[in-house]
């Protein structure tokens, strides 16, 4: 039984969560730089079964696509490209780095680790997979 790994793709950095094998819990993993964020997922994949990734799709209130959703559909066919039996799902993403900075906020975290940027993008890629698990688990 594989885990499920969810990426919040940014231009500069890619936070990553993943899920544990039963596909309940979504915890923060990584957050690395994008040029590098291929290598780090074959690296993971050799030593963890991964059965699907779930890559958050940025979108604007209005739902439609925002500048950064072409990159996203680039790195999407990528993923598809360099691992090919494993699926690649869409996620809604909208709101979710606000969220994740409302969640450190609440969680207690310094001023100066917050202004870290690699914590939001670990923890909008959590917010992004307990979206997927939530929504597909009404199926």
């Not at 969810?6 to 690395?32: C, H, N, Q, W, Y």
């Not at 559909?73 to 606000?98: M, N």
């Amino acid at each position: 039984m594989g885990r499920l790994l969810a990426l919040d793709f940014g231009l500069k950095r890619t936070g990553i969560a993943v899920s544990d094998p039963l596909k309940i819990i979504a915890t923060a993993l990584e957050t690395v730089p994008t040029q590098q964020a291929l290598a780090f997922l074959k690296n993971y994949c050799t030593h963890e079964p991964v059965e699907a990734f779930v890559l958050g799709m940025p979108r604007n209130l209005r739902n439609e696509a925002t500048p950064l959703t072409q990159h996203v559909l680039r790195f999407k066919q990528e993923l598809a490209k360099q691992f090919p039996s494993i699926p690649v799902y869409e996620e809604d993403e909208r709101l979710t780095s606000i969220m994740a900075q409302r969640a450190m906020i609440e969680g207690g975290m310094k001023k100066k680790i917050r202004r870290q940027k690699g914590h939001a993008d670990k923890i909008s890629a959590v917010l992004i997979l307990q979206s997927f698990m939530q929504r597909t688990a009404q199926l």
